[in-house]
């Protein structure tokens, strides 16, 4: 068990650091930079997950695995931009593969440290959105996965079946498969058809970024 969530871990790990260096590339950031996005993007996740579980150190801190993987991922973007930005469609494959990885991942190490369910299912969720999100801030964006593509669904509900699974008696590497099969096939209906989740309808002033005066404000 230690040993598929090890590969599922650095699987998932070097392919959201790609996305984590492609970023950097893409703002400009030398070498250092893309680096420090690959390693931020491909463990942060983890990272969070071990340090709730009280999995300490974390293994992305532990394992010199890891920073091998988001090195290697960094150097690789860097050298071969052109060609990684070529794939764009096959890297969203790729991300939401990578998705899949950590969250189902992320739920059984948190199920293996005696979490309940539901905190298990949150866990692989912030496991699969976790680097994503601190790549983002980092870049002073707002976090895409929180508004984009039903990317933290697709985790839930990928972390979601394994729990249940869990609960069924059902074997960890199907429960799995099926996870990660639903997590990436709800991202790529997603990313193919534009689905979202409703957004808060805004008046006309607000979507142009105008504020009324401020007589005209409620109280």
Not at 31 to 46: K, P
Not at 58 to 85: E, H, K, N, Q
Request: glycine share 12%.
């Amino acid at each position: 068990m230690h040993a598929v969530i090890d590969v599922l871990d650095l699987g998932g790990t070097f392919v959201f650091a790609i996305s984590g260096a492609v970023a950097a590339v893409n703002r400009r950031l030398d070498l250092f930079g893309i680096l420090v996005l690959s390693f931020v993007a491909g463990n942060f996740g983890g990272i969070s997950r071990d340090v709730l579980i009280g999995a300490v150190p974390p293994a992305a801190l532990a394992d010199g695995r890891y920073l091998l993987v988001s090195a290697l991922a960094g150097i690789i973007t860097f050298l071969s931009y052109a060609g990684v930005d070529r794939l764009r469609s096959p890297v969203l494959l790729f991300d939401s593969v990578g998705l899949a990885f950590f969250a189902v991942a992320g739920a059984q190490k948190a199920i293996t440290f005696g979490l309940s369910p539901v905190m298990a299912a949150l866990l692989g969720m912030l496991t699969g959105i976790g680097g994503g999100i601190m790549r983002d801030v980092l870049l002073r964006d707002i976090p895409q996965v929180l508004r984009s593509d039903l990317y933290a669904i697709a985790a839930l509900a990928a972390a979601s079946v394994v729990v249940i699974g869990n609960s069924l008696g059902v074997p960890y590497g199907v429960s799995a498969i099926a996870g990660g099969a639903l997590c990436i096939g709800i991202r790529f209906m997603a990313i193919r058809y534009g689905w979202n989740l409703p957004v808060a309808r805004l008046s006309a002033q607000k979507r142009a970024g105008i504020e009324p005066p401020d007589d005209k404000k409620a109280p």
